[in-house]
């Protein structure tokens, strides 16, 4: 029989990484593992507009040759899209503590930086996990083709056993 005395899931959140926790939890519970959820960090992106080079002091400001006052931004400008764009760090930490709330299971949930399936390999070596899960979702051919996934990523470069749950 299959023996894992430590698992690590790779969760962002999404209803494919749900799936994949339930399942982790579940061969957690028979196999009596120690499970690990590892989330991988996306750092906040913030949109701010780049600064207008400043003419020197005393200059007029010149637009095609002639004078022209300096452009204001307004607010009306940014209407509908804002400044700060959240990580989802603090949403997928909760989501998993929901589904470990649920099915009555304890699990260290980590927090990770850098490329998905690196950082949760690099986890998993750290920790000494035995199996690494992840979900999938399905892709059109042409995106994964082009951008791959993480689940595909994982289990390529994974030197332990990669459990894919669809």
Known sequence: MFKADRIIVAFDGKEE??????????????LGSQLTVAHVHEPRQVRTEAAAERPAAGAP??????????????????????????DSAEEAI????IIL????????????????????L?????????????????????????FGSVSDKISTKSEIPVLIVK
Not at 17 to 30: G, H, N, T, V, W
Not at 101 to 120: H, K, M, P, R
């Open 17 to 30: 990484s749900k799936k994949a926790l339930r399942k982790a939890i579940d061969l957690s519970k028979r």
């Open 61 to 86: 400001y010149l637009y095609s040759g002639f004078p022209a006052a300096p452009r204001i931004p307004r607010d009306s400008d940014l209407a509908g899209e804002p400044m700060i764009y959240e």
């Open 94 to 97: 909760a989501a998993a503590k």
């Open 101 to 120: 709330s649920e099915n009555q299971y304890d699990a260290e949930i980590e927090v990770l930086e850098g490329d998905t399936a690196n950082a949760v």
């Open 122 to 146: 690099q986890h998993a070596e750290n920790i000494g996990a035995d199996l690494v899960i992840t979900g999938t979702r399905d892709q059109n051919r042409l995106k994964k083709l082009l």
